[in-house]
């Protein structure tokens, strides 16, 4: 995967490559990073790269000129990539979409700043409009970062050992189940006997059911628009059982105040 950034703060992205998983898939070649500084393909002596806008207002607007260059000279740089511009009118990113994009050959990431860039370039320039939440950044260089991050991580042999994207929080709808390691008691609380059982099966089962309550718990939107195995829902059914039972034992003692 080749992932080529256009933005007039290239250096915002040095520490980015130069850490973690990012830096081991560039050293190992899974992904290729590059940057461009949109303010190399201005026209002017000043490199400018923001103007007023039409219609007058508050704030600035990319000119089209140096970004529709640095698109191009991405595009040559790449020519299968898909180009996106990171934007609150994108679609909103989540894990299906950073699966989708790991399929390409490449991605070529437009970083607006200020209050936007000139609608030409968006109508002709650019493939995908991606935002990735409802929030508004001072800049879509984070936004790309976010979106490098996620699809690294789904290209195969990034993240090393059993290298299981599959096996994590979202592949199956589900919020990863709680983690525990040494030591066996930290301040009091004891890490769950069953873990240190040693009984495989009898660890995945409590695994499911601890992915499932925390998704019911913090997260009930993703279960709502999940399909359950019958596993999953012999989960949902035995705890639904308990709260009833709760709930049908005041109601016993209620009545029995009354009598
Ligand atoms: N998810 N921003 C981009 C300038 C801008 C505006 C419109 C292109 C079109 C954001 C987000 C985000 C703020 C980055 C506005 N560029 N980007 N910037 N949320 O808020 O991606």
Redesign the pocket.
Known sequence: MKFVVLTIFPEMFDPFWDHGIIRRAIDQKKIFASTLNIRDFAEDNHQVTDDRPYGGGSGMV?KPEPLSGAIRAANRKCPAAKTI??????RV?DQAAANELAGFEGLVL????????DERI?HNLIDD????????????E??AMVVIDAVTRQIPGTLGGEDAAEKDSFSNGLLEHAHYTRPQVFEGNAVPEILLSGHHEAIENWRLESAMLRTLLKRPDLLKSKSLSKQELDILKKWSQRIEEIIESYHRGHREHRE
Request: hydrophobic share 40%.
């Open positions: 990319m511009l990171l934007s609150p009118q994108g990113f437009v970083c607006g700043r200020y209050e936007g860039v968006s409009e991606i935002s990735i939440g409802d929030y508004v950044l001072t800049g879509g984070l936004a």
